[in-house]
Protein backbone atom coordinates (compact mmCIF):
# COMPACT_ATOMS: atom_id res chain seq x y z
CA UNK A 1 0.00 0.00 0.00
CA UNK A 2 1.09 3.48 -0.52
CA UNK A 3 2.42 5.50 2.01
CA UNK A 4 0.53 8.75 2.97
CA UNK A 5 3.00 12.07 2.95
CA UNK A 6 3.51 14.71 5.55
CA UNK A 7 -0.04 16.01 4.71
CA UNK A 8 -1.71 12.73 5.20
CA UNK A 9 -2.57 12.13 1.32
CA UNK A 10 -1.81 9.51 -0.44
CA UNK A 11 -0.33 9.54 -3.88
CA UNK A 12 -2.27 9.82 -7.25
CA UNK A 13 -2.49 6.57 -8.93
CA UNK A 14 -0.32 5.98 -11.35
CA UNK A 15 -2.34 6.82 -15.05
CA UNK A 16 -2.99 3.38 -17.30
CA UNK A 17 -4.14 2.86 -20.57
CA UNK A 18 -6.21 0.16 -22.00
CA UNK A 19 -4.94 -2.45 -24.65
CA UNK A 20 -6.36 -3.69 -27.32
CA UNK A 21 -8.07 -6.88 -26.58
CA UNK A 22 -8.00 -6.60 -22.51
CA UNK A 23 -6.19 -5.73 -20.39
CA UNK A 24 -3.93 -1.94 -19.75
CA UNK A 25 -0.49 -0.76 -19.34
CA UNK A 26 1.06 2.05 -16.85
CA UNK A 27 2.25 5.22 -18.55
CA UNK A 28 5.53 4.31 -17.09
CA UNK A 29 5.32 0.85 -18.92
CA UNK A 30 4.49 2.71 -21.96
CA UNK A 31 7.17 4.86 -22.16
CA UNK A 32 9.84 1.56 -22.09
CA UNK A 33 7.38 0.04 -24.20
CA UNK A 34 8.74 -0.83 -28.36
CA UNK A 35 7.13 2.53 -30.77
CA UNK A 36 4.57 -0.52 -32.00
CA UNK A 37 2.88 -0.73 -28.86
CA UNK A 38 2.81 2.94 -28.20
CA UNK A 39 1.02 3.38 -31.70
CA UNK A 40 -1.61 0.77 -30.65
CA UNK A 41 -2.03 2.07 -27.28
CA UNK A 42 -2.60 5.24 -29.28
CA UNK A 43 -5.31 3.76 -31.52
CA UNK A 44 -6.97 2.38 -28.88
CA UNK A 45 -7.03 5.81 -26.82
CA UNK A 46 -7.97 7.83 -29.89
CA UNK A 47 -10.78 5.59 -30.84
CA UNK A 48 -12.44 5.72 -27.60
CA UNK A 49 -12.50 9.62 -26.98
CA UNK A 50 -13.33 9.84 -30.94
CA UNK A 51 -16.76 10.83 -32.06
CA UNK A 52 -17.96 11.48 -35.46
CA UNK A 53 -19.40 14.41 -36.23
CA UNK A 54 -21.90 13.31 -37.97
CA UNK A 55 -23.81 12.04 -34.36
CA UNK A 56 -24.02 15.04 -32.56
CA UNK A 57 -23.14 18.27 -34.35
CA UNK A 58 -25.78 20.36 -36.68
CA UNK A 59 -24.70 20.09 -40.27
CA UNK A 60 -24.88 23.37 -42.61
CA UNK A 61 -23.23 23.43 -45.80
CA UNK A 62 -23.84 27.39 -46.12
CA UNK A 63 -21.28 27.25 -42.96
CA UNK A 64 -19.25 24.79 -44.27
CA UNK A 65 -20.25 21.66 -42.73
CA UNK A 66 -20.40 20.51 -39.41
CA UNK A 67 -20.60 22.92 -36.53
CA UNK A 68 -18.52 21.95 -33.24
CA UNK A 69 -20.96 23.90 -31.08
CA UNK A 70 -20.55 21.82 -28.04
CA UNK A 71 -16.63 22.18 -27.32
CA UNK A 72 -13.21 22.99 -29.36
CA UNK A 73 -11.15 20.85 -29.24
CA UNK A 74 -7.45 20.56 -30.89
CA UNK A 75 -5.27 17.33 -31.02
CA UNK A 76 -2.61 18.38 -28.18
CA UNK A 77 -5.97 19.08 -25.74
CA UNK A 78 -6.91 15.90 -26.86
CA UNK A 79 -3.15 13.86 -25.87
CA UNK A 80 -2.42 16.14 -22.93
CA UNK A 81 -2.19 13.68 -19.95
CA UNK A 82 -2.81 16.09 -16.90
CA UNK A 83 -0.26 16.11 -14.35
CA UNK A 84 -0.52 16.60 -10.43
Request: hydrophobic share 30%; aromatic share 14%.
Amino acid sequence: MAQQNIFGEFPAPEVEYHLKGEGSITMSALKKADPELQKEVMKVWFYCHFEDPVENCPYNSQDGGYQFIYQSCSLRSMTQTPRP
